[in-house]
């Protein structure tokens, strides 16, 4: 009983937890609002400088601290950059078919990508704007130049927002790439190389496997080191889909007659 009138008092840790991001979210759009006085180049411009900044930190833990510091600035940006993209009517194209943009971050969104930079769980109901949440925390931890991964469920989610929501990221002056089952290992050399990288928790896990098992140099190998990333359909991949391993079968490439 008193649990009860407790929760309804405080409220549940999840409100707790919302309640306390939101003077974070108050920063982020007063700092937008004064970002929309920017030039483009003065805008895109904060992207090389947190760029140059973060790289002269010497290790991961001294960067993450720094990303925390600079998170209101930066997710202004984004929100200010994809304000600017709707007022223009920016017109483009994802899987060969004409879009319009015409998304700005709204408050719920901000407080999902505060979480996902934390390395928590966001759980949010369909036409929330998953696809555009993931913007902020991944622009965000790109700019340490170890790069940043969105895990999706098929190629062709994969492919889909990366050519949407690199949009975005392509104005703000980051790379994006994209994984899909039938690309060469030197094309997924070069998307893997880029400051954000789209595709699938299965191809993902290929690679790894190629690169830990089969590669014999580092030439020959497709992947970087592991910065960050965020899973789609968390539950799905981590849980459902878990439970299918990931297997690599090939003709032997040394002699096996002496186990004949």
């Known amino acids: 009983m008193v649990g009860w009138i407790l929760k309804k008092i405080l409220g549940s840790k999840n409100q707790r937890e919302i309640r306390r991001m939101a003077p974070i979210v108050r920063q982020i759009n007063e700092l937008e609002g004064t970002f929309q006085n920017f030039s483009d180049d003065e805008l895109c411009g904060l992207t090389a400088i947190w760029k140059e900044d973060l790289a002269k930190l010497p290790t991961p833990e001294e960067q993450w601290k720094r990303l925390d510091e600079i998170l209101p600035e930066a997710f202004a940006v984004v929100k200010n950059a994809a304000r600017r ?85 392509s104005f703000l002056g980051l790379t994006v790439g994209c994984i899909q089952h039938d690309q060469e290992p030197s094309v997924r050399r070069q998307q893997y190389a880029c400051d954000i990288t789209y595709g699938t928790n299965s191809e993902f896990g290929f690679d790894y496997l190629r690169d830990n098992g089969m590669a014999t140099t580092r030439e020959q190998q497709v992947q970087r080191g592991y910065n960050y990333a965020i899973v789609d359909e968390v539950d799905s991949i981590l849980i459902d889909e878990a439970r299918t391993p990931l297997i690599i079968s090939g003709p032997a490439t040394i002699s096996t007659h002496q186990y004949d």
């Open 85 to 169: 993209l709707t007022d223009r009517g920016h017109t483009f194209t994802v899987c060969d078919q004409p879009m319009k943009w015409e998304m700005v971050h709204f408050d719920v969104q901000l407080i999902g990508g505060i979480v996902l930079h934390r390395g928590k769980i966001s759980e949010m109901a369909t036409g929330e704007g998953k696809t555009l949440v993931a913007t902020l925390p991944l622009y965000l931890n790109a700019l340490t130049g170890r790069g940043a991964h969105l895990v999706t469920v098929n190629d062709y989610l994969a492919r889909r927002d990366a050519e949407w929501m690199g949009q975005l990221y």
